[in-house]
């Protein structure tokens, strides 16, 4: 009853909202659905996301700016922590990444096996995605600290020479990226239980009729079934290894030296220092280059998806 | 729920290894972080994982609570009502986008597809968004940082509301169209609903994502009487000197509403996403 | 649908409404409404010592101006705090007064469109001090703590056990090095866990390069002397290497910080850290019964008669031009007390002092460590000191301390350490909008 009063005044609500709506307004999918998201989207993150192209152009002390072209884009290539930051962006991206899909679907078949104290194990996979990043950052530099951490007196007792995980410019990148796996692999495990939960029961039933081994089933069954998990699991690690910077700056600040520096650090030290265009700079140099990664690679991915 | 295993009996040895492995990785760096967190200042200063030869709770408890004016509690209302607010305001914004973006396939929908994923990847300028927020007179404002939250988080809710909105059958639409539902009927007697194993899981992602925030009210709401639980942080951790047991009492006593959050939802987390998942 | 939509609003604006209401302060009255009394919020850095001054600074200005109430923030150190009170400046919503560095980083906060120049104490402040908080002949600051020195700290015990003089030249330091060495006592202490430790090489090594080529600052803003091209600037790079190279350094270098460098030093298991004379306080307060056990010297250089000490002026409390009305007034006489003896005698009360003051005729205790007084001779003593060069020229690059880490930790050499750091100076003078570059 109330339903038809409702439905009947939104339509001549729509209707008078705009005539070119009119066929839409039959849609129970208004377009103005958007609107309140995108009010809030456009104004807080799309007009500083344009105006920093301009501002990307100037010399900008925030006191005053001076439109100076290019040369913003020119210095920040001359970096020398550029150069290097970006492969360093892209090892941290692809190891990081990768480690969660491998051990993040691992670890899912693992807590959707029979296994003794799954619940309690789900939850330690899953807890230190709810800690707060720069604890964690806290906590794992004095654990990795070369003579007094804890990993390394561990690593002494069964006669192994620890090496200075943060300190040392070899090491210093890849431990950072493994505490973010630490960290971050509980989402991934997440993504792939929900994911292989989902997969109908009568498939494994069949198998089993067929007298498939356990690893045949994980091969033929659980990968490609979850294969929308590991796309998710990809895409979001991807492009979260690409802008990662608060537990960098919170373990080694892009030290020794420039050595575990990647983009988001250099852009974060040349806003710190005050080059304000210059920072804004290295920002659309780090959106130009995660758009030409991430966005052919989640095209390809959809794709992939819809094929199945 | 068996999945891989063809067998019904519970692997002894693999459990017991995965629990001690678990153990190892995951529990002793939150021991150390207790620990340290009940040791006096020399002990703490060590380092080590050691048991504390004094326990210290309560002083060192009381020690940061107190600091500088009760500034903890302060940040704890303060970051109550940033989480609060944004979450509320995300889960509906974003849970409207998801569910026409997914269900109408316009001319538009591209683009609003490369926005939303423009959002996920690009990192905000922080200087333009400050002056974006002063022309609206929002800088330094409480509604303002929660704005900000909103606009940082829409695109992530969004893609999680979409996968999951696809999952959920159009003939369920149809029948409420039928039934003579207008579309925000539809949506929030129908979806809304519908979802609600996903919206713990956006609730609990973004409470815990605003909660943990550092850079964002650090830049969007400065001074000292607007921090955060995450800006205590730098209470005790200056670069100059370190009180580390004051340090890890303050990560520990931050640590405990997403803790809770978790006992609460715990279960409820997979069992809504996989649920939310089997629907399809 | 009107009522769920109308239902939808009202939560909306329930939650900013509830948002608007932000937490506040707790636990200590804010009664700022009546009988004339105004608070004065005043932003500070977060280290333990800067935070000790202030809140006496509040206190004791309280005690004596009843009607006005001085409340302390603070906020980080280092670019990070820099960053914060530009950005609060920029946009008009600093506190009402606030400590922050003299000299270059002053400079760098446009004084004369931010500030508020402030007249009433100027003949009362040391000239140098004065020079660095003087812009476009106005002065804008009142000292906040002390002078300090970028030198070396020893440990005497062990200088004492092992015979070995205060060296002048850094031939004689590397020789006393060796004898450490051999003593089985870590000769230099490096703590490259906090970066910033790591330049004193560099930029505590000013007095030596202004000596052999007086007028060095001026060229150096002028794009006309280069740390890269300029041996006596390359020096400073080259020390940090030779003494990594020579295995001179703690080993835990890498990882170890300012705390662990001054027990270090107390504990005599390393015997000399070069580091910014300030950490004294820290050291003394964590190492009780030091206090005459830890000596001072300057950076050797390469010629003996020449050989002194680099200075650093004190930071300094503004009035950001946002202040106004009662408040700018309230703020006036606070700066007024800061400048004066009576802030001198809160600032020593609060925390030791550690160097001379900045204000003309407030006398440091007698009782100071030994390390203060051998600065304090230094200081005396005509032309055996300098300012440091960020007080001299305004170009100074924000990843020295990186660069000085690289070098120091064998990852750079020397000279291709100076030749990054003149690259990265460029931006700096770029952005200052300095001709010649």
Redesign the interface.
């Known amino acids: 009853m109330t339903?038809?009063v409702?439905?009947s005044?939104?339509?001549s609500r729509s209707r008078a909202a705009g005539p070119a709506g009119g066929k839409r307004a039959k849609?129970?999918?208004?377009?103005w659905?958007?609107l309140?998201?995108?009010l809030?989207?456009a104004?807080?993150?799309?007009?500083?996301?344009v105006?920093?192209f301009y501002?990307s152009m100037t010399?900008?002390?925030?006191?005053?700016s001076?439109f100076i072209g290019f040369d913003n884009y020119v210095?920040f290539f001359?970096e020398?922590?550029l150069v290097s930051g970006l492969t360093h962006t892209i090892v941290y991206a692809v190891v990081t990444s990768g480690l969660k899909v491998v051990l993040g679907l691992g670890l899912a078949?693992?807590l959707?096996?029979?296994?003794?104290?799954r619940?309690?194990?789900?939850?330690?996979?899953?807890?230190?995605?709810?800690?707060?990043?720069?604890?964690v950052g806290?906590?794992?530099t004095?654990?990795m600290?070369?003579?007094?951490?804890?990993i390394n007196?561990s690593l002494a007792v069964i006669g192994i020479d620890g090496p200075?995980w943060?300190?040392?410019?070899s090491y210093a990148l890849l431990s950072v990226a493994l505490v973010d796996v630490?960290k971050g692999v509980g989402?991934a495990t997440?993504?792939y239980?929900?994911?292989?939960?989902?997969?109908p029961q009568e498939y494994?039933e069949a198998a089993?009729v067929d007298g498939?081994?356990?690893w045949q089933?994980?091969r033929r069954i659980?990968l490609p079934l979850a294969r929308p998990a590991t796309f998710?699991v990809i895409l979001l690690s991807l492009?979260g290894g690409?802008?990662s910077?608060?537990l960098i700056w919170a373990m080694t600040?892009?030290?020794?030296?420039?050595?575990s520096d990647v983009i988001?650090s250099v852009?974060y030290?040349?806003?710190?220092?005050?080059?304000?265009g210059?920072s804004?700079a290295g920002?659309v140099v780090?959106?130009l280059l995660?758009?030409a990664i991430?966005?052919p690679l989640?095209r390809y991915l959809n794709k992939k998806e819809v094929d199945l | 729920m068996t999945v891989v295993a063809s067998s019904r009996r519970p692997r002894v040895l693999l459990s017991l290894v995965a629990i001690l492995l678990s153990v190892v990785v995951f529990l002793v760096p939150f021991a150390f972080i207790l620990l340290t967190a009940v040791k006096s200042r020399q002990e703490a200063s060590q380092l080590d994982f050691s048991w504390p030869t004094q326990f210290q709770f309560v002083q060192n408890f009381a020690d940061v609570v107190q600091a500088r004016d009760y500034m903890l509690i302060i940040a704890f209302i303060n970051s109550t009502i940033l989480t609060v607010a944004s979450v509320s305001i995300l889960v509906v914004l974003a849970a409207m986008v998801a569910f026409v973006l997914q269900r109408r396939r316009t001319r538009w929908s591209g683009l609003i597809n490369f926005l939303v994923l423009s959002g996920l990847i690009i990192p905000p300028a922080v200087v333009p968004t400050i002056w974006v927020l002063q022309k609206l007179g929002l800088f330094r404002t409480m509604p303002g940082l929660i704005l900000i939250e909103v606009a940082f988080g829409l695109s992530f809710c969004i893609l999680l509301f979409r996968a999951f909105i696809s999952t959920i059958p159009r003939e369920l639409d149809e029948a409420a169209v039928i039934d003579g539902a207008g579309p925000l009927r539809l949506f929030f007697r129908v979806i809304l609903p519908l979802l609600r194993s996903v919206i713990i899981t956006v609730v609990v992602v973004q409470s815990v994502t605003i909660f943990n925030d550092f850079t964002n009210p650090l830049y969007f709401l400065p001074g000292d009487q607007n921090a955060t639980v995450q800006l205590t942080l730098y209470n005790f951790s200056s670069a100059y000197s370190t009180q580390y047991n004051l340090l890890f009492m303050d990560i520990l006593l931050i640590t405990i509403p997403p803790l809770l959050m978790f006992l609460f939802f715990n279960k409820r987390i997979v069992a809504g996403m996989t649920a939310g998942a089997v629907k399809g | 649908m009107k009522r769920s939509r109308i239902a939808l609003s009202v939560l909306a604006s329930a939650t900013l409404a509830l948002g608007a209401c932000s937490a506040g302060s707790l636990g200590s009255s804010d009664d700022e409404g009546g009988g004339g009394k105004v608070t004065l919020s005043f932003l500070t850095d977060n280290q333990p010592e800067t935070v000790k001054i202030a809140e006496g600074l509040a206190k004791d200005f309280t005690a004596k101006n009843p009607d006005i109430t001085v409340k302390v923030e603070t906020r980080p150190q280092g670019t990070e705090g820099d960053n914060i009170v530009k950005t609060r400046l920029s946009t008009g919503d600093m506190t009402d007064v606030f400590q922050y560095n003299s000299g270059s980083l002053f400079q760098a906060l446009a004084p004369s469109k931010n500030l508020t120049a402030v007249d009433g104490f100027t003949d009362r402040l040391d000239e140098n001090f004065a020079k660095t908080v003087t812009f476009e002949d106005k002065v804008y600051g009142a000292p906040f703590g002390n002078f300090m020195a970028g030198a070396i700290l020893y440990n005497k015990d062990v200088y004492a056990k092992l015979g070995l003089q205060v060296p002048k030249t850094w031939d004689e330091f590397m020789a006393n090095n060796a004898k450490i060495k051999a003593s089985g006592v870590d000769p230099v202490i490096q703590t490259y866990g906090e970066t910033w430790t790591s330049q004193l090489f560099i930029l505590g090594d000013y007095h030596n390069v202004e000596a052999a080529e007086p007028g060095w600052a001026d060229k150096y803003t002028k794009n006309q002397a280069k740390y890269a091209t300029s041996p006596p600037a390359r020096a400073g790079f080259e020390h940090l290497q030779q003494v990594h190279d020579a295995g001179y350094i703690n080993k835990d270098f890498a990882s170890a910080k300012l705390t662990d460098g001054l027990t270090k030093l107390a504990k005599g298991q390393g015997a000399q850290y070069p580091i910014l004379s300030a950490m004294l306080s820290q050291l003394i307060a964590d190492n009780p019964g030091t206090e005459n056990k830890i000596g001072l010297f300057a950076i050797p250089g390469s010629d003996t008669a020449k050989n002194g000490l680099t200075v650093w002026s004190p930071s300094a409390v503004y009035l950001p031009s946002s202040t106004t009305g009662d408040k700018a007034e309230a703020a006036k006489k606070f700066l007024d007390f800061v400048a004066g003896p009576d802030g001198c005698a809160s600032q020593a009360a609060a925390s030791q002092p550690t160097g001379p003051f900045a204000v003309k005729g407030c006398k440091v205790p007698d009782t100071v460590p030994q390390a203060v007084k051998d600065m304090q001779a230094y200081i005396d003593q005509p032309g055996a000191s300098s300012l440091a060069l960020e007080f001299l020229s305004p170009v100074k690059g924000p990843a020295l301390e990186q660069i000085c880490v690289e070098v120091g930790s064998g990852i750079r050499k020397a000279d291709a350490g100076a030749k990054l750091y003149d690259e990265d100076v460029k931006k700096q003078a770029q952005q200052l909008g300095l001709s010649g570059w």
């Open positions: 339903a038809i409702e439905k005044s939104a339509r849609s129970p999918y208004p377009n659905f958007y309140p998201a995108a809030v989207y104004v807080l993150f799309i007009v500083p996301t105006t920093s501002f010399r900008w002390t925030l006191f005053d001076k210095t001359k020398p922590a078949v693992l959707t096996s029979q296994i003794i104290g619940g309690y194990l789900r939850s330690v996979v899953f807890f230190p995605v709810l800690v707060s990043t720069i604890g806290l906590t794992f004095i654990l600290d070369p003579e007094q951490g804890l007196q200075g943060l300190t040392d410019p630490w989402l997440l993504i239980i929900a994911g292989i939960v989902s997969i494994f089993r498939a081994s356990a089933n994980f659980v998710t492009i690409l802008r910077f608060d600040r892009g030290g020794p030296g420039f050595t988001a852009i030290k040349q806003y710190q220092a005050g080059f304000y210059l804004t920002n780090l959106f995660v758009t991430v966005f989640s």
